[in-house]
């Protein structure tokens, strides 16, 4: 595990692997969750300053009945390198009236083995909302998934409103972004060195900017970060972007599409599910997210599931091959 640092003031990041250490069940661990997942740390190596680190701080409400916020405190580390750090700041919005929360963050599963470490909390928000986010580091693969989601009240599912969500993601003193004039993906460099430290995708935005968009990934000088805002006048609303801290694939074309959901032998509008592909060289990963209200068997690129969540490789020999997949019994057994 990611070893204490021995600052004398206790900053976020001793603070968070202090708590994080003394619930541990041993020192031989990678990703961990505080028992009430409070702290949640996501590490694809067991050596400091190795691999991918996102330490995440999620706010406790102050007592019974208080609300609590949509925002957190977190870190992000490649290699050792500071990427992102501070508040991460979300709102979302129905007809353009801010949604406040109105309760605690809660777990619906966490989940760390040796491929990856997942986790989902979600919070209620007004008018009997909620606001989910799930956060998957795919230890081999360098890639960090985090995706936000608004999902509608009952009455809402019938007579959709139109509904947005921003998050702003502050950069560390160490690093900034280069965004490219034709596509949306964004490229992570060090400010003093101009070394490539990842690439990020907003997939659930279209990958050319002159194609037209419910939402935009912008680079924001003061304060520093990145801003993703998107836009939805279905029921739901899924606000996903992939992390890519493989360096060597920095240099190859990358590449992001919908994909075509199958139900019932038709297709299933994203207020259902939600599937994305996104090809980085010649290796091509995939997103699933079931967004209905009931869970049903849905098929992706030729893979049946009976799903909330996955996240895998297509493989020209194998199909699509699971890297995580969050089977509806599964998460519910985990959250109860």
Same mark, same amino acid.
């Given at each position: 595990?990611? +070893?204490?640092?021995?600052?004398?003031?206790?900053?976020?990041?001793?603070?968070?692997?202090?708590?994080?250490?003394? @619930?541990?069940?041993?020192?031989?661990?990678? %990703?961990?969750?505080?028992?009430?997942?409070?702290?949640?740390?996501?590490?694809?190596?067991?050596?400091?300053?190795?691999?991918?680190?996102?330490?995440?701080?999620?706010?406790?409400?102050?007592? %019974?009945?208080?609300?609590?916020?949509?925002d957190a405190r977190f870190e992000l580390r490649a290699e050792g390198n500071p990427v992102?750090?501070?508040?991460?700041?979300? @709102?979302?919005?129905?007809?353009g009236q801010d949604l406040a929360p109105e309760g605690p963050w809660e777990t619906v599963?966490?989940?760390?083995?040796?491929?990856?470490?997942?986790?989902?909390?979600?919070?209620?928000?007004?008018?009997?909302?909620?606001?989910?986010?799930?956060?998957?580091?795919?230890?081999?693969?360098?890639?960090?998934?985090?995706?936000?989601?608004?999902?509608?009240?009952?009455?809402?599912?019938?007579?959709?409103?139109?509904? %947005?969500?921003?998050?702003?993601?502050?950069?560390?003193?160490?690093? $900034?972004?280069?965004?490219?004039?034709?596509?949306?993906? $964004?490229?992570?460099?060090? $400010?003093?060195?101009?070394?490539?430290?990842?690439?990020?995708?907003?997939?659930?935005?279209?990958?050319?900017?002159?194609?037209?968009?419910?939402?935009?990934?912008?680079?924001?000088?003061?304060?520093?970060?990145? @801003?993703?805002? $998107?836009?939805?006048?279905?029921?739901?609303?899924?606000?996903?972007?992939?992390?890519?801290?493989?360096?060597?694939?920095?240099?190859?074309?990358?590449?992001?599409r919908p994909l075509t959901v199958g139900e019932n032998m038709s297709r299933a509008n994203?207020?259902?599910?939600?599937?994305?592909?996104?090809?980085?060289?010649?290796?091509?990963?995939?997103?699933?997210?079931?967004?209905?209200?009931?869970?049903?068997?849905?098929?992706?690129?030729?893979?049946?599931?009976? +799903?909330?969540?996955?996240?895998?490789?297509?493989?020209?020999?194998?199909?699509?091959?699971?890297?995580?997949?969050?089977?509806?019994?599964?998460?519910?057994?985990?959250?109860?």
């Amino acid at each position: 595990m990611t +070893s204490i640092p021995s600052e004398s003031n206790r900053s976020f990041r001793e603070r968070a692997l202090r708590a994080l250490h003394d @619930e541990a069940p041993s020192d031989d661990v990678r %990703s961990c969750f505080a028992q009430d997942e409070r702290y949640c740390l996501f590490a694809s190596s067991f050596v400091e300053d190795k691999g991918v680190e996102f330490l995440i701080e999620f706010p406790l409400a102050s007592g %019974s009945g208080t609300p609590s916020s949509l925002d957190a405190r977190f870190e992000l580390r490649a290699e050792g390198n500071p990427v992102f750090e501070g508040i991460w700041r979300a @709102e979302a919005f129905v007809d353009g009236q801010d949604l406040a929360p109105e309760g605690p963050w809660e777990t619906v599963c966490v989940d760390p083995s040796d491929a990856y470490a997942f986790c989902e909390r979600s919070i209620a928000v007004s008018g009997g909302r909620r606001f989910s986010r799930r956060v998957c580091l795919a230890y081999n693969e360098s890639l960090l998934l985090v995706a936000d989601e608004l999902l509608p009240s009952p009455r809402e599912r019938r007579t959709p409103r139109e509904r %947005s969500t921003r998050a702003f993601l502050p950069f560390a003193r160490e690093a $900034t972004a280069r965004t490219d004039r034709e596509a949306r993906e $964004t490229l992570l460099v060090s $400010t003093e060195s101009g070394a490539t430290l990842g690439r990020v995708f907003p997939i659930g935005l279209p990958e050319w900017r002159g194609d037209a968009s419910r939402g935009e990934l912008a680079e924001h000088a003061s304060p520093a970060g990145l @801003e993703l805002t $998107t836009r939805s006048t279905g029921a739901t609303l899924f606000a996903p972007l992939i992390f890519d801290f493989n360096v060597r694939r920095a240099a190859r074309p990358c590449s992001w599409r919908p994909l075509t959901v199958g139900e019932n032998m038709s297709r299933a509008n994203e207020d259902d599910a939600v599937g994305r592909k996104l090809q980085l060289g010649t290796e091509q990963f995939v997103l699933y997210a079931s967004t209905s209200e009931e869970p049903a068997i849905r098929s992706i690129l030729s893979r049946n599931l009976l +799903s909330d969540f996955m996240f895998g490789k297509f493989l020209a020999s194998r199909g699509v091959v699971p890297i995580l997949d969050v089977e509806v019994d599964e998460e519910q057994s985990r959250a109860s």
